[in-house]
């Protein structure tokens, strides 16, 4: 397939994976269209970035100015909430829903070509112990609520209401899966816990799904009704730093429950390749420092 040229737009460039996502597409030779939401909030420090479009996915007008002579579009805007959320469905779910239903619609009435759109690790207990989860396995809603994990649940019902849309509009819908942020790691090293489970996390290092979305948008081969395309790779609890663990846990390790298995094999077929644990760990802990942030 030959390499997808013209331009293209990233909603939520300003997010942690948007920004991967731009630089990127940026280094493939990509005429790239970024979007914020909020950059009145910005520092000096920060100033340059108010260059960037404002586009609130809320606002259908702001959407179908962004993406205007667009051939694609990269949909990684959604709200991520770190702390307790008191209307889970004005705060999170609604967003997530109405935000991608208007790029989706927006795509449409641009001719857009291509949409990818990032969706979020499946949390489902009635999936078999033991068995690698895939495009099969889509997250259980009811379960979501609830455990009160609003951002999982969001992502489901966009992701959900994207494919209703695409079988209407015949838009070719793209969707991945990544984990939400890296906070757990910034807090573990920051404050510690006063507990741990002693299980695997899943986690993907930001630059490896950059590199992924790009590749499921040139290659274009996902984009029927049941098409997710799940990317993780599993790590014991800081296993990598167990000699600090007894500042990094200031209380005692439980077991946790069944492990479960992501496969990204669809991903590796394309030519993608996650980089080892040691070099994601570390390089995150250098920005860290180097941003001041641990200090």
Known sequence: MARATGKVCVIGADGYLGSWVVKHLISNNYTVHDTVRQPDSWNAKYAHLNQLERANVLDYDSICSA???????FHVASPVPSTIVPNPQEEVIEPAVKGTLNVLKACVESNVKRVVVVSAVSLNTRWPVGQI???????DKEYCAATKNWYCLSKTEAEIEAFEFAKRSGLDVITSTINASSKVLFNLLKEGYDSLENKLQKIVDVRDIAQALLLVYEKNLYVTSSSLLYMAWDFSCMIFFF????HLCNGSFSEGG??????????????????????????????????????
């Open 258 to 295: 069944e492990e479960d298995t992501i496969s990204s094999e669809k991903l590796q077929r394309l030519g993608w390749s996650y980089r080892p644990l040691e070099e994601t760990l570390v390089d995150s802990i250098e920005s860290y420092k180097k941003a001041g942030i641990l200090d």
């Open 243 to 246: 000699v600090i663990l007894n």
């Open 133 to 139: 989860k895939d495009e099969a396995c889509r997250s």
């Open 67 to 73: 993406i205007a002579s667009c051939i694609g579009v």
